[in-house]
């Protein structure tokens, strides 16, 4: 089954590509210049999701856009489009960085730049390693021509640690410990965190909605 992702981070593409599987070809909006970055003014990660899946959704329907991505799929059926809007939720800073995980140290801000403000802003506060619990969580939201068909949400729960560990994963991985793990996301072997991860969780629910569509087409 084709899917396209709102999304032009190709680490976040291959990662779900993985967690999904061989069942599935995961595309992206790299090579689609045309379309805009969506604005996530969302105040919460469920409508930001549903703000990308379904604008995005109605752009790729023009028929040049779908030329371009029926290179990997010979059906002429309506796109499915899955976007994704995950953050870091630390409970010693109100929540933050939360829905702005992405750009906390400003626009394109780089991942290390990120972590560098969250990790500052623990230790201005004076965060005890025991109050540094925090959470992953991810909204998938799934539509096709503009119809939202579900949105999808995953947590994982774990805690901050005091600098970061491990050359694995992206974002927050190399400060993020999940619970019942001594390893960071970016220690973990990838196998291990597609399996457990917030991202995974979400994933489970849209395999089920795409396999009731299936059933249904």
Do not use: W
Request: net charge neutral.
């Amino acid at each position: 089954m084709q899917l396209i992702l709102a999304t032009r981070n190709a680490h976040k593409t291959c990662e779900i590509q993985r967690i999904l599987g061989p069942t599935f070809t995961v595309s992206d909006l790299s090579a689609q210049h045309e379309i805009p970055e969506i604005r996530e003014n969302g105040k919460s990660f469920e409508e930001n999701a549903i703000l990308k899946a379904v604008t995005v959704s109605q752009m790729v329907e023009t028929p040049r856009r779908r030329e371009s991505f029926r290179r990997t799929s010979q059906r002429d059926v309506p796109a499915l489009l899955i976007a994704d809007d995950s953050g870091l939720e630390v409970d010693a800073l109100g929540g933050a960085p939360g829905i702005l995980s992405a750009r906390y140290a400003g626009e394109n801000a780089r991942d290390e730049e990120n972590i560098e403000k969250l990790l500052d802003e623990l230790a201005r506060i004076r965060a005890e390693e025991t109050k540094r619990s925090a959470r992953f969580r991810c909204v998938i939201a799934l539509a096709r021509q503009g119809e939202l068909l579900g949105t999808f949400q995953g947590i994982l729960e774990g805690a901050v640690v005091e600098r970061p560990r491990g050359s694995n994963g992206f974002g927050y991985d190399p400060i993020f410990v999940p619970r019942g793990f001594e390893e960071t996301f970016a220690e973990l072997p990838s196998e291990v965190k597609n399996t457990i991860s917030h991202r995974a969780k979400a994933i489970r629910g849209l395999i089920a909605k795409l396999a009731a569509l299936k059933t249904a087409d």
